[in-house]
Each structure stands twice: as structure tokens, then as C-alpha cells.
């Protein structure tokens, strides 16, 4: 599975738009690249994935350009509650359905009053 | 829905003793997985099933065994303990389509196990 390289930290004032940028140089055809963010003392928690250009759910915006090698997960005006570690994870399909994600060290985002 | 349902939460061993780790899902999810969390670091694979009936290793399956016992549990199991395995281990499961997206894992809240 292809390493992904993410900043270790990040800081933001509430209310601001946060961009987490992730590498992935070695992005194979088959991989979706997808977000979780973990707070602590519990399991880490599905935020968004996709496999190219733009995808956006009620939560987050992942911007995925067309040579794939990174993408931008975008967090629209965050809070106090956003403060956590967000994970850039690269995956494929290991058969009948199951899939195999590697998980880096993720980028811990600190939203400021 | 309760999700997916680790036991123990927390467990102290000696090096040496062995223990199983329970994990059940009610989500009738086809796969399951286990994953360990050392301090400061993100997840790594230890096992999972891909369907009932399947076992794979992951990145780091040495020191572990598992069972699926059913579609619902898969257990994971220490032989003989070593503080190398002081983790928090977390187990998941998924079900590709449905409306799910592919890589979305639905996570336990971890068992704490610390080897002395």
C-alpha cells in the first residue's frame, strides 16, 4: 500500500476553513484514498474518501487532482469539537469486500478560541 | 445499534499469560478487522476477514492469532503476552456497497491492554 506523508500538526482559530494537504506519490490505479479523524480514547472515526477530483459530504471537502500523487481535505469554519488527529489513509480491496487501509501517524489539528 | 462491541475495555497481563480479546459487530457487516495503537502512533494492521469463514494477516500479525467465529465476532488472541504488546487495540468491520463507501470501517472504542 502506497505511504502517505501528512503534516504531524496543525493549528487554526475558530471559525476558519482548515486545509490538510496528504502525499501519496506511490498511489497505485486501484486505491481510493479516504479520511478518518480520531479523538482521543476512541476508535477512529470515518470522515470522507474518494478517487479523483472533488468529493464533499456534511462534513468535509476532499480535493483529489488528476495525477492523484495528493489530496486536500478541507474542514469549512471549525470548532472546539474539531480538535483531533485526522489520518490520510490510501486503500484497496482485499477481497469480498474487506479493505485494507495503512494508517500513517496523522496530522493533530488544535482549534484555537 | 450498539456498533461494534470490544471486551474486555481494560487488561493487565504478565508476560507470559495469554488472553482472547472479543470483539461483535451488529451491523451484519461481511469483514472484520483488528488493529493495535502504540503511543503516538497511527493504526497497524494485525489480522482480518474478509468474509466468515476467512483469516488474513495484516502488517504486524507475530506474537497473534485469530477466529472468526461467526459473521458477528472475530476474536483476536495472545498465546503468551510480551510487553512488546502494550497496546490499545481496536478492532472494526465494513460492508463495501449498500451505499457505504468503500474504505468507510466502523471502529470499536479499544481494549487497553498493558503487558508487565
Known amino acids: 500500500l502506497a505511504k502517505t506523508t501528512q503534516p504531524i500538526s496543525m493549528d487554526s482559530y475558530e471559525g476558519q476553513e482548515v486545509n490538510i494537504t496528504c502525499s501519496h506519490n506511490n498511489i497505485a490505479t486501484n486505491d481510493y484514498i479516504t479520511w478518518y479523524q480520531q479523538f482521543p480514547s476512541q476508535g477512529p472515526r470515518f470522515i470522507i474518501q474518494?478517487?479523483?477530483t472533488k468529493v464533499t459530504n456534511e462534513v468535509a471537502s476532499l480535493f483529489i487532482p488528476a495525477d492523484r500523487k495528493s489530496s486536500t481535505l478541507s474542514l469549512p469554519r471549525v470548532s472546539l469539537s474539531d480538535t483531533a488527529v485526522y489520518y490520510c489513509l490510501v486503500g484497496r480491496f482485499a477481497g469480498a469486500g474487506s479493505y485494507q487501509l495503512t494508517f500513517g501517524k496523522g496530522t493533530k489539528l488544535s482549534v484555537i478560541p | 445499534n450498539a456498533g461494534v462491541t470490544q471486551t474486555p475495555k481494560f487488561q493487565v497481563l504478565k508476560t507470559g499469560q495469554s488472553m482472547t480479546l472479543q470483539c461483535a459487530q451488529d451491523?451484519?457487516?461481511?469483514?472484520m478487522y483488528w488493529y493495535r495503537q502504540d503511543p503516538g502512533m497511527g493504526l497497524r494492521l494485525i489480522y482480518y476477514?474478509?468474509?466468515?469463514?476467512?483469516?488474513d494477516k495484516g502488517e504486524v500479525p507475530n506474537g497473534y492469532n485469530v477466529s472468526r467465529l461467526n459473521k458477528r465476532e472475530f476474536s483476536l488472541r495472545l498465546e503468551s503476552a510480551a510487553p512488546s504488546q502494550t497496546s490499545v487495540y481496536f478492532c472494526a468491520s465494513s460492508e463495501a456497497g449498500r451505499g457505504r463507501a468503500t474504505g468507510e470501517l466502523f471502529f470499536g472504542e479499544g481494549s487497553r491492554l498493558t503487558v508487565l
Open positions: 476477514s474478509a468474509s466468515e469463514g476467512t483469516t
Open positions: 451491523m451484519n457487516h461481511n469483514s
Open positions: 474518494g478517487y479523483k
